[in-house]
């Protein structure tokens, strides 16, 4: 007699793959895995559907649009070639470091051994150094001038605080002083996407980009739009090291969100930094966040912007998490905005969200 199967429900099945319960729903609704449910109507995953998952998983890491994991599921193996080059091309250039640094190692020991010892600052560039200050300087108001350093850079960073916490005033701030760093604002929609399209009609190489990414975000659910378009441009243009976006989000439907963060998340680890302030529970999905991307919370009593973890009890978990709200929500308080002076604070809709 056989071992019954096992069979898990969301949660655990989604920590066993190492996904979060978000991207099984993701997989489920682009019809790519189908749970049984319980006779309550609870889905549960056995051994058929881990493993499924786990393909899919696995297929999205390699950067495929969830369209494009379908097509490889059934069979169809055209468009694997770009795919795999990118992923190539990410191990070589993996490899290019670990080479440099390699050959570093043995000319110190080469020295070394002619008698010439290393200066300290050669051996202290052998090894990265972890939560390394970036970036300090002095807070602007509503904080009063506080020294602030911006520690470990991921590819994903999170700007998120409450109305009024002055979270715009640090993105702009940490656009200013950290090297090579673009601030994108809520401007970028003001002529309706006009000079997003002027920009990719004069370089053909930006638009093939832009075309690469608004492919693989519409296969994975986006719906085409000025604002995601302006916003592509923006982030696919070669230029500055690091990108600051003011509330990503703007004018982007629930599944374009969802799309847009699965496609900001596939970019690799050697991709350059963005810094993305949102309100949006699709855009930061707690649950989803992986070790490539911080939280930085700006406190509601302007107590100094700090890092948190992205699990529950964390220091500052439950202000961040009250801070979110999901994209319908979002959507109905756009232009909410909080104005304040040194002794009151009030809030009033606006044309322009400008916090």
Not at 9 to 31: C, D, F, I, M, W
Not at 37 to 56: F, H, K, Q, V
Not at 101 to 109: G, T
Request: glycine share 8%.
């Amino acid at each position: 007699m056989g071992t019954p199967q096992q069979f898990l429900n969301p949660s655990e099945a989604a920590k066993r793959l190492g996904v979060s319960t978000k991207a099984l729903r993701l997989y489920e609704q682009h019809g790519l895995l189908k749970p049984p449910r319980t006779s309550a109507g609870w889905r549960t995953y056995g051994s058929s559907e881990m493993a499924r998952a786990a393909e899919i998983a696995a297929l999205r890491d390699l950067g495929m649009s969830l369209a494009h994991v379908g097509r490889v599921l059934r069979g169809d193996r055209a468009g694997l070639e770009p795919v795999l080059a990118a992923h190539q091309s990410a191990l070589e250039d993996h490899i290019h470091r670990l080479v440099d640094a390699v050959e570093k190692v043995s000319a110190i020991r080469t020295n070394l051994a002619d008698g010439k010892p290393p200066v300290v600052v050669e051996l202290t560039r052998l090894v990265p150094r972890e939560n390394e200050v970036t970036a300090a300087f002095d807070l602007p108001w509503p904080w009063g001038g506080e020294r602030f350093e911006l520690r470990d850079v991921r590819p994903l960073n999170y700007i998120i605080g409450p109305l009024g916490s002055g979270k715009t005033r640090l993105a702009r701030a940490i656009a200013e002083n950290l090297p090579e760093t673009a601030f994108i604002p809520l401007e970028r929609l003001v002529n309706g996407g006009a000079e997003a399209r002027e920009r990719i009609a004069t370089d053909a190489e930006l638009e093939s980009r832009v075309d690469r990414a608004l492919t693989w975000l519409t296969e994975d659910g986006a719906e085409a739009s000025p604002a995601l378009v302006t916003l592509i441009v923006a982030l696919e243009s070669e230029g500055p090291k690091n990108i600051v976006v003011d509330m990503i989000e703007q004018g982007l439907s629930h599944a374009t969100q969802d799309a847009l963060i699965a496609y900001l998340r596939q970019r690799g680890r050697s991709a350059r930094p963005l810094f993305l302030l949102t309100r949006s529970s699709a855009i930061l999905d707690l649950g989803a966040v992986g070790s490539d991307e911080a939280i930085i919370l700006c406190p509601a009593n302007h107590s100094p912007p700090t890092r948190v973890a992205p699990y529950p009890g964390a220091p500052g978990y439950e202000a961040v998490s009250t801070c979110l709200g999901s994209p319908d929500v979002r959507a109905r308080t756009e232009g909410v905005v909080a104005i304040l002076t040194p002794t009151r604070q009030r809030y009033r809709r606006c044309d322009r969200a400008a916090r």
